[in-house]
């Protein structure tokens, strides 16, 4: 067993004994591997381990290794997740090569990914964020704003809107981890009480993976714990 199938299995663990703490099911909650600054390499250990869901901050970096993994192996039916910040003028690469994007935070972004979605693909997975914790320094709609943004967004042609996703502040205690995930909750159920359909919580690392599944999370996304150290130098 690799190192990388070893921590699979450990996260997974993890995953599932979080979610029996709050008697939910494991398959409630995706595990979204986050293989930013690694190769394709990892990738596709990670594929070999049953890993099939990859979450990518960086654009170029995210476009060269969808299409190393693909020509090295093509029998992979793997999920690509974009889950960083988006520049505007690059959203059509974002927009012809993934399934989800986890980071609109704004309406112009999601116009932008509706017009450039390859009509021969299937409607791309969008997540709002939001800026649950407040801080000046973190991208993301306000909870206020998200109602109206949302409706909005949902009505765009060949998007799916899905969920929420978000980022909260770091804390170190449980309970202080479990606030911002709960408002994240009840604010995707303010939305769904206003008709929007929505069954997608993005939410929790691996500092707050516990939190984030007590308060509901749908997607975690997870790095370093299956991946090891990034390595920034590009």
């Known amino acids: 067993m690799s190192p990388i199938s070893r921590n699979l299995q450990a996260v997974n663990e993890s995953i599932a004994a979080a979610a029996q703490a709050v008697s939910r099911r494991a398959d409630e909650v995706s595990l979204l591997a986050v293989s930013k ?10 594929a070999d381990a049953g890993q099939r869901l990859f979450g990518e901050n960086y654009l170029q970096e995210s476009l060269d290794k969808i299409a190393a993994v693909k020509a090295q192996r093509p029998d992979l039916l793997l999920e690509w997740h974009f889950i960083g910040p988006i520049q505007s003028n690059k959203t059509r ?23 450039q979605r390859p009509p021969d693909r299937q409607p791309l997975n969008i997540c709002l964020q939001v800026n649950i914790s407040g801080e000046a320094s973190k991208s993301g709609v306000l909870p206020g704003e998200a109602l109206d943004i949302a409706r909005r967004i949902a009505v765009l042609p060949r998007l799916r809107l899905r969920g929420l996703m978000a980022i909260p502040e770091p804390e170190t ?10 408002k994240l909750r009840q604010l995707l159920e303010e939305l769904r ?11 929790g690392m691996s500092a707050d993976l516990d939190a984030a599944i007590a308060e509901g999370a749908t997607i975690v996304r997870i790095g370093t714990a299956i991946f090891g150290q990034r390595h920034y130098a590009k």
Do not use: N, Y
């Open 173 to 182: 205690e449980f309970e202080a981890q479990r606030a911002p995930h709960r």
């Open 37 to 46: 600054t690694f190769g394709a390499e990892a990738v596709i250990a990670a």
């Open 93 to 115: 690469p974002i927009a012809e090569h993934f399934d989800w994007v986890h980071s609109v935070d704004r309406e112009k972004i999601a116009e932008r990914l509706s017009d």
């Open 193 to 203: 009480a206003q008709g929007l359909q929505l069954d997608t919580l993005s939410m």
